[in-house]
Nanobody
């Protein structure tokens, strides 16, 4: 079992920045890939970014490439999503997810957090 708890969401103006954190725990959680997904009202949950177990490999959705950065600190059992140059279309609930596979689609992921709301005002 892996437990995930997100934090750091809030309201920010367009062009601003936020850093999301996800604390993970579980006996082998440091061996898992960790990802961020997001879901806006009326839309499907979509991929944002993923980092492998060591932090040495990452992948991003085209819509956030160059603006968002995913990283992890296994000593602190935390994964981060630094979000810069935020746009109103980034408004969504952001979810942290974990799985042994390094994937870009939600059904791959076995474990999920409850999400944190990010609202970007224009």
């Amino acid at each position: 079992q892996v437990q995930l708890v997100e934090s750091g969401g809030g309201v920010v103006q367009a062009g601003g920045s936020l850093r999301l954190s996800c604390a993970f725990s579980g006996r082998t959680s440091s061996n898992y890939a960790l990802a961020w997904f997001r879901q806006a009202p009326g839309k499907e949950r979509g991929f944002v970014a993923v980092v492998n177990w060591s932090g040495g490999r990452t992948s991003y959705a085209d819509s956030v490439e160059g603006r968002f950065t995913i990283s992890r600190d296994n000593a602190k059992n935390t994964v981060y999503l630094q979000m810069n140059s935020l746009k109103p279309e980034d408004t969504a609930v952001y979810y942290c997810a974990a799985d042994k596979l390094f994937g870009r689609v939600a059904p791959v992921y076995e474990y999920w957090g409850r999400g944190t709301q990010v609202t970007v005002s224009s």
